[in-house]
């Protein structure tokens, strides 16, 4: 029985449709750069904040109205959820979705328990992905909810719950193999430290590492053949995650020979918390070729903390996209909502409302960013800005075949450097504009 019996599937009706119900931007068989807005954006809903989201905050219990959840953790009521998250997955033409295993699945009083109620949940989302031909992005594990978790999971300092902590990992991985996942992401919520007063942080890096040989030997096992992903964060809930940035996961996964193993799932909130734009981080991935996928959301500035909103910016799904597309788009990954409606926003259809503008945003990024590399204006300055360096000393710098001592007689034999050349980033702040 359908929950939204007044929504239709929702379709593209063009940039002058003013139907909040229809795609303006997102044409799922519009042709960029050879290939179809759907395979360039492979979007994905999330299980946790689309059917498990409540509204609360720190301040206050849910808002969210949820006929369909009878507000218990029983199997019969996750069964409910599957029902209704698949049709929401249909009508907005999501190709994907996501989960944690806690999102899908109550947690039983013993693992045996929580492995039976998994299995049951795991063979309705089959026969549904079966039905509706919608696929599995990713599945992941939670563990950082529960309070076995309070000390960390790959990284605690209790021996039993990281034998838990494997366990669960064991079984999500056969469930997503089950359940035909692409990838499998490590998000490590409390995989940190809040006081280096009472830490090893060695020993619980040493351990971190050892978690992840594991995963990948049992992959190795069962045939898993997805992608692993770890997906950075710098902070909250503990105040240093040891995934806190691109270039903190590939420093740690080159020291403990895992980089062969592992691409990120890249997320524009926790790029903005750990300092960085989104832009740089898929860049800084992108060119060392562990770009591997993005969660699509966008946090409030003036808040420092994750608030996992919608996108709605241009600018910075352009951004996103000028870099998926230069570094060759995300292959088995794809655009990942992770991002959940507003306290305030509490009735069933503004999760339509909120997934059909994401998915807009992020199309209208892919066509500006497509014509920004069709018009090459960009490409061309960065080329020329770097001329110098296809010249004979600029190659034979990046050869290896220069020296201190080579490089001196170079400058005394010219005296003084080349003058340089304005950087022009007014200018194209102003070319982008011109895209908008």
């Known amino acids: 029985m359908t929950q939204f019996p007044e929504i239709n599937r929702i379709e593209y009706e063009g940039p002058q449709s003013k139907n909040p119900l229809a795609f303006r931007w997102y044409n799922p068989s519009e042709m960029i750069e050879g290939k179809s807005m759907q395979d360039h954006l492979r979007f994905s809903i999330v299980y946790w904040h689309t059917m498990r989201g409540t509204g609360s905050d720190p301040f206050g219990p849910g808002t969210a109205v949820r006929p369909w959840d009878d ?14 998250a698949f049709e929401i997955f249909e009508k907005l033409q999501a190709p994907y979705y996501a989960f ?8 039983g009083e013993t693992l045996a328990e929580s492995h039976s109620n998994f299995d049951r949940i795991a063979k309705s989302l089959q026969e549904h992905q079966e039905k509706t031909g919608i696929k599995l992005l990713w599945g992941t594990a939670n563990m950082f909810s529960n309070p076995r978790y309070m000390h960390g999971a790959a990284t605690t300092c209790n021996v039993d719950v990281y034998a838990y902590a494997a366990s669960q990992v064991k079984k999500c991985l056969e469930v997503t193999k089950m359940l035909g996942g692409e990838n499998y992401v490590f998000w490590g919520g409390r995989e940190g430290y809040q006081n280096l007063y009472n830490t090893d942080m060695k020993r619980e890096l040493d351990h971190l590492a050892r978690f992840f040989h594991m995963a990948v030997d049992y992959a190795k096992e069962i045939g898993f053949e997805g992608q692993f992903l770890i997906e950075p964060k710098p902070k909250e809930p503990t105040k240093h995650q040891y995934d806190s940035d691109a270039a903190a996961c590939l420093n740690f996964l080159r020291a403990y020979d895992l980089l062969p193993h592992f691409k990120l799932n890249l997320e524009t909130n926790h790029a903005t918390l750990a300092g960085h734009t989104m832009m740089h981080e898929l860049d800084y991935a992108g060119h060392q070729g562990a770009l591997g996928s993005i969660d699509a959301n966008t946090g409030d500035l003036l808040l420092g903390w994750d608030t996992d909103q919608f996108p709605t910016d241009y ?19 794809g655009v990942n909502f992770d991002a959940k409606v507003r306290r305030e926003s509490f009735e069933p ?18 066509k500006i960013a497509a014509a920004i590399r069709a018009e090459g204006v960009l490409e061309n300055f960065v080329k020329e800005r770097y001329s110098s360096w296809d010249g004979e000393l600029g190659q034979q710098i990046e050869q290896g075949q220069a020296s201190f001592a080579s490089l001196e007689k170079y400058m005394l034999a010219k005296g003084q450097a080349a003058p340089n050349a304005s950087g022009r980033q007014e200018m194209l702040e102003n070319l982008i504009n011109r895209y908008l």
Not at 100 to 107: N, Q
Not at 315 to 333: E, F, V
């Open 349 to 366: 259809i503004d999760l339509f409302y909120a997934h059909i503008g994401g998915m807009d945003t992020f199309a209208r990024g892919l």
């Open 71 to 84: 507000g218990t953790n029983s199997v019969d009521n996750a069964l409910r959820r599957v029902e209704v």
């Open 315 to 333: 600018y910075l799904t352009a951004q996103c996209m000028l870099m998926i597309l230069k570094h060759g788009g995300l292959g088995s990954g």
């Open 100 to 107: 944690h295993d806690a999102d899908v699945s109550p947690e």
